[in-house]
C-alpha cells in the first residue's frame, strides 16, 4: 500500500473532520516522560511518526496503549537508571525526546539525528542553549552523548526561532533547578500546545504565546487528560485542494485562528471562506488566481509546511507566481515531478522558483519524496485531466492519517494500492 492512485479533473464536494495535530502530539507525547505518572493525551492521530514516539516511550520503559482515539502513557514505571544509558534508536524522528529525558535523567544517548530530503536540520540551536543549561554533549561513533549532573535554568535567546529547539528548552526547563528565560521562543501554535499541556501536568509557564517565555522550573508535574488541537497543515493542504478544484467544502475542527496566512493566500487565489465554531466552509474558483509572490516565513507567516501544497495549486493559476522557500534548503523536489503533470516551473534559485500558470495539468506516475510534497502531488492529481500514481506514499502516511478517507468523504476518486 505504497501507492495512491487519484482520477483528477474533479471539483471536491462534502466535508471532512481534521485529525489532530501531528506537530503537537510529538512533543507532548514526549512531555508524558516528565510526570512520572499516567497521561491520556486524546486526539492523537493514528501516523507513522506517532507510533514511532510510542515505541520510542515503550523502549524507555512507558505502558503506552491506545484507548478510543487517544494515547494512555504510564511513565511511573520509567527508572532514572533505566533511561541513562539507553540508546534511543530512531530518535532522529523525534529530537523532542532529548529534553524531556534530560528533564527526567542525567544522562541522554541517541542517534545523531541526521539530515533529511528537505534540509540538513541541524541541532547547533538545541545543542547551544541545553549547554546554558548544565548539559554536555559528547560525540562518540555516530551516537550524541548528552549529561547533565544539574540541569538549571538559565536565560537563553534563540538567534533564531527554532521549533524543536523551542521545544528541548521547555520540556528541559520545566524540571530544571531555577528558572529559565527564553527570549526568541518559536511562535508555532503547536508550542502553545505543549505549554498547556504542561501547565496541566502542574508547570508554571509565562508568555504563552509569545516570544519571550519564562518557564518557572523545579515543580513537581502530574499525570493528566489532554486533548490534542486539530492540524493546521492537514486543513490547509484539504482547504488549499478546494482552491485547486474549484469545489466548495467543509473543514470540520479546521483551526482557523491558526491559519491566517493560508486564509489570506486562499482568498487571494480566489477562494471564498466563511467561518464558524465547528469549522470553515471553503468555495473556490474556476481556475486559481495566480498570487504575484508567495514566501514562506515562520510563525503567523505562511508555513513552510504548505509552500508545496500552494505550488501545485498555482501550477494551474491564471498568471505567474514567484515562490521563495525562507526555512529549509532544499523544499522544491517536488517541481521534477510537477512537471512530469505539465507544469511551467523554472528554477531560479535553489530557494525560488518561478510557477508560469497553465490550464490543465494531465496524469502521470509521480514519486512522493517526502511528507508534505507527497501530500502536493495528491493535490496536483485532484487538479489533473486524467489518472496520477503517486508512489513513495508511506512520507504521506507520516503525517496524515488516511488522506484517501479524507479526500473520498470530499468527492475525490481516490484509492491507495
Ligand atoms: C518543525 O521542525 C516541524 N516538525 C516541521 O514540520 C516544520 O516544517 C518546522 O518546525 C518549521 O515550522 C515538527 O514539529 C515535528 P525548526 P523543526 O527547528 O523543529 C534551522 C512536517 O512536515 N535550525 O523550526 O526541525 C533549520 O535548519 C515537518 O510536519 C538550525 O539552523 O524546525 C530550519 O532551517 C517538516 N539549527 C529552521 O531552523 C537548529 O538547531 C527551522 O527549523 C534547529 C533548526
Known amino acids: 500500500m505504497d501507492s495512491i492512485h487519484i482520477w483528477g479533473g474533479v471539483a471536491l464536494q462534502g466535508e471532512v473532520c481534521i485529525q489532530g495535530s501531528k506537530n503537537a502530539t510529538l512533543p507532548i507525547l514526549a512531555a508524558t516522560l516528565l510526570t512520572g505518572e499516567c497521561s491520556y493525551i486524546k486526539n492523537c492521530p493514528r501516523i507513522s511518526d506517532v507510533y514511532a514516539m510510542a515505541s520510542l516511550l515503550r523502549s524507555l520503559g512507558c505502558t503506552v496503549i491506545w484507548q478510543e482515539n487517544g494515547l494512555l502513557v504510564d511513565s511511573s514505571s520509567v527508572k532514572r537508571g533505566e533511561m541513562c544509558s539507553e540508546a534511543v534508536r530512531g530518535m532522529r524522528s523525534s529530537l523532542c525526546l532529548l529534553g524531556a529525558m534530560l528533564g527526567r535523567c542525567s544522562?541522554?544517548?541517541?542517534?545523531?539525528?541526521?539530515?533529511?530530503?528537505?534540509?540538513?536540520?541541524?541541532?547547533?540551536?538545541?545543542?547551544?542553549?541545553?549547554?546554558?543549561?548544565?548539559?554536555?554533549?559528547?560525540?562518540?561513533?555516530?551516537?550524541?552523548?548528552?549529561?547533565?549532573?544539574?540541569?538549571?535554568?538559565?536565560?537563553?535567546?534563540?538567534?533564531?526561532?527554532?521549533?524543536?529547539?523551542?521545544?528541548?528548552?521547555?520540556?528541559?526547563?520545566?524540571?530544571?533547578?531555577?528558572?529559565?528565560?527564553?527570549?526568541?521562543?518559536?511562535?508555532?501554535?503547536?508550542?502553545?500546545?505543549?505549554?498547556?499541556?504542561?501547565?496541566?501536568?502542574?508547570?508554571?509557564?509565562?508568555?504563552?504565546?509569545?516570544?519571550?517565555?519564562?518557564?518557572?522550573?523545579?515543580?513537581?508535574?502530574?499525570?493528566?487528560?489532554?486533548?490534542?488541537?486539530?492540524?493546521?497543515?492537514?486543513?490547509?493542504?484539504?482547504?488549499?485542494?478546494?482552491?485547486?478544484?474549484?469545489?466548495?467544502?467543509?473543514?470540520?475542527?479546521?483551526?482557523?485562528?491558526?491559519?491566517?496566512?493560508?486564509?489570506?493566500?486562499?482568498?487571494?487565489?480566489?477562494?471564498?471562506?466563511?467561518?464558524?465554531e465547528e469549522g470553515i466552509y471553503v468555495q473556490g474558483p474556476d481556475r486559481p488566481k495566480s498570487v504575484e509572490r508567495i514566501e514562506t516565513a515562520t510563525y503567523p507567516g505562511f508555513p513552510t509546511d504548505l509552500q508545496s501544497v500552494a505550488l501545485a495549486v498555482e501550477t494551474m493559476g491564471e498568471g505567474d507566481t514567484i515562490i521563495e522557500e525562507k526555512i529549509f534548503e532544499n523544499r522544491f523536489r517536488i517541481v521534477e515531478e510537477l512537471r512530469k503533470m505539465g507544469a511551467c516551473i523554472e528554477q531560479l534559485e535553489e530557494t525560488r522558483v518561478l510557477v508560469r500558470g497553465v490550464p490543465a495539468l494531465h496524469g502521470a506516475e509521480t514519486e512522493a519524496k517526502e511528507l508534505r510534497g507527497g501530500a502536493a502531488l495528491a493535490v496536483a492529481g485532484l487538479m489533473a485531466q486524467g489518472k496520477t500514481c503517486v508512489s513513495g506514499c508511506l512520507y504521506i502516511y507520516r503525517g496524515y492519517e488516511n488522506i484517501c478517507r479524507d479526500l473520498r468523504e470530499l468527492g475525490a476518486r481516490i484509492i491507495s494500492v
Open 107 to 276: 544522562e541522554v544517548v541517541m542517534e545523531h539525528p541526521g539530515g533529511c530530503v528537505i534540509g540538513s536540520r541541524p541541532i547547533d540551536l538545541h545543542i547551544a542553549a541545553l549547554e546554558q543549561m548544565g548539559v554536555e554533549f559528547r560525540e562518540e561513533a555516530g551516537m550524541l552523548k548528552a549529561s547533565a549532573d544539574r540541569l538549571h535554568g538559565a536565560e537563553i535567546t534563540l538567534p533564531k526561532p527554532s521549533v524543536g529547539a523551542t521545544e528541548n528548552i521547555i520540556l528541559a526547563g520545566v524540571m530544571a533547578e531555577g528558572d529559565t528565560i527564553l527570549e526568541g521562543a518559536a511562535l508555532e501554535p503547536e508550542i502553545a500546545a505543549l505549554c498547556r499541556y504542561l501547565e496541566h501536568c502542574g508547570a508554571c509557564i509565562e508568555g504563552i504565546g509569545s516570544s519571550r517565555l519564562v518557564i518557572r522550573g523545579g515543580r513537581t508535574l502530574y499525570g493528566t487528560d489532554f486533548e490534542v488541537p486539530a492540524d493546521r497543515i492537514v486543513a490547509g493542504t484539504y482547504l488549499l485542494a478546494c482552491i485547486g478544484t474549484g469545489g466548495s467544502i467543509f473543514l470540520e475542527r479546521a483551526p482557523g485562528d491558526e491559519l491566517e496566512a493560508v486564509i489570506k493566500l486562499a482568498e487571494r487565489m480566489g477562494g471564498k471562506l466563511y467561518f464558524s
